[in-house]
């Protein structure tokens, strides 16, 4: 945790204070895994609106902790994008574009997505399993409850 103390700082001096005073109630809340989020999180913050805002991010652990479980264990479709993009041009033959929207669709050129992909996870990991769709290697887990 200090080497993360030390990156806050070195950012600004305010970020790696409010970092190490909150940082034992976040390691509770979160573990370290967690924690580790909820500083890049603040950083990311100070990245697009500066510092108030990060230390706002690192002083509200319930916040973040809601939208941590809210948010599951999916991942999101920026994450993703290229692999995916590689994998559609295989199958078609030529490059598709993705764009994330509210729901599956395509219009040919794009194929729409959700921004994020939350529910189970096969423990395989030879595919993605979804909760409505039967495990065809037994060996399924959850991550996640689905949207």
């Known amino acids: 945790m200090l080497a993360w103390a030390q990156v806050a700082a070195q950012n600004v001096a305010e970020l790696g204070y409010q970092f190490t005073a909150q940082a034992p109630q976040a390691l509770a809340l979160f573990g370290r895994s967690g924690t580790e989020k909820w500083l890049l999180n603040a950083l990311d913050a100070y990245d697009k609106q500066g510092l108030y805002p990060a230390c706002a991010a690192l002083k509200d652990l319930a916040g973040f902790k809601r939208a941590s479980d809210a948010a599951g264990a999916g991942v999101a479709l920026s994450e993703v994008v290229r692999v995916l993009e590689l994998f559609l041009r295989g199958l078609a033959g030529r490059g598709l574009q993705l764009e994330a929207a509210g729901d599956t669709w395509t219009d040919t ?36 409850a689905s949207a």
């Open 109 to 144: 050129e794009t194929i729409f997505l959700p921004s994020a992909s939350r529910g189970t996870v096969c423990a395989s990991r030879t595919s993605a399993c979804t909760r409505r769709s039967p495990c065809t290697t037994g060996r399924r887990r959850a991550t996640a």
